[in-house]
């Protein structure tokens, strides 16, 4: 079936480091695609989002590309701090009638050193 | 900056007790959504929540599971006879009218022993 996945389950970088977070989807139907990151014992938190009309959205350090032809998004992190260390999710949506439901991906830890 | 709150933050119960899960929505958001997380899985679609009805629900989302608004602030989950693999952390996120982005809630961390 449909799915979103990511290639690298752990990156591990250093402190003042762009950071790049891979992201795979196959719902060629998906207009909508989320970055969400989640603190250790926290809830999803929102980053960024982008739709299918777009190639590129920036935010404040975070950069998101989406690339239709080979299914594939990136979250990008400029000058990575140690307070950016969570795990990082992709989620497409899928929703019908409005509802805006997003199937997530397994996640990615990002691990900040200083 | 408003936010999703969920009571209570931890949950210990025995198989086969009823749980009820709290979450209070952002004050204008008209949409609500009860997820899962068991350890180390991705997060999971339960049901979503509009104008009082049920708008969509998921294959986990069996007879155990209800969920209800019954004071027009609460959003609750009830799981009415807990199995050992409900044993997740469960989040509550909403979303305000023609808004695509959810907001989360900290999550409820469940254990069923």
């Known amino acids: 079936g449909e799915s979103v996945g990511l290639h690298l389950p752990t990156l591990s970088v250093q402190e003042g480091d762009n950071s790049i977070i891979n992201c795979a989807y196959s719902?060629?139907?998906?207009?909508?695609f989320i970055w969400y990151k989640q603190e250790s014992g926290k809830g999803p938190q929102f980053i960024i989002d982008i739709r299918s009309n777009m190639d590129k959205r920036q935010g404040q350090r975070v950069t998101v590309l989406l690339n239709k032809t080979v299914k594939h998004l990136s979250l990008q992190i400029a000058a990575t701090q140690p307070g950016d260390s969570a795990v990082y999710f992709c989620?497409?949506?899928?929703?019908?009638?409005?509802?805006?439901?997003?199937?997530f991906g397994r996640g990615t830890s990002l691990i900040v050193h200083p | 900056e408003p936010e999703v709150t969920q009571t209570p933050s931890h949950q210990v119960t025995q198989m086969g007790q009823e749980v009820i899960l709290r979450c209070v929505p952002i004050?204008?958001?008209?949409?609500f959504y009860w997820y899962r997380q068991i350890l180390g899985q991705k997060v999971e679609f339960l049901v979503s929540f509009y104008n009082n009805e049920i708008s969509e629900k998921s294959e986990i989302f069996d007879d155990q599971f209800s969920v209800e608004r019954p004071d027009g602030s609460n959003f609750t989950l009830k799981i009415r006879s807990t199995k050992l693999e409900d044993s997740a952390m469960y989040f509550c996120a909403t979303r305000g009218q023609g808004r695509e982005t959810q907001y989360f809630g900290p999550g409820t961390r469940l254990l069923v022993l």
């Open positions: 719902n060629s139907a998906s207009d909508y």
């Open positions: 989620a497409e949506n899928i929703g019908t009638g409005g509802s805006y439901i997003p199937t």
């Open positions: 004050s204008n958001h008209l949409y």
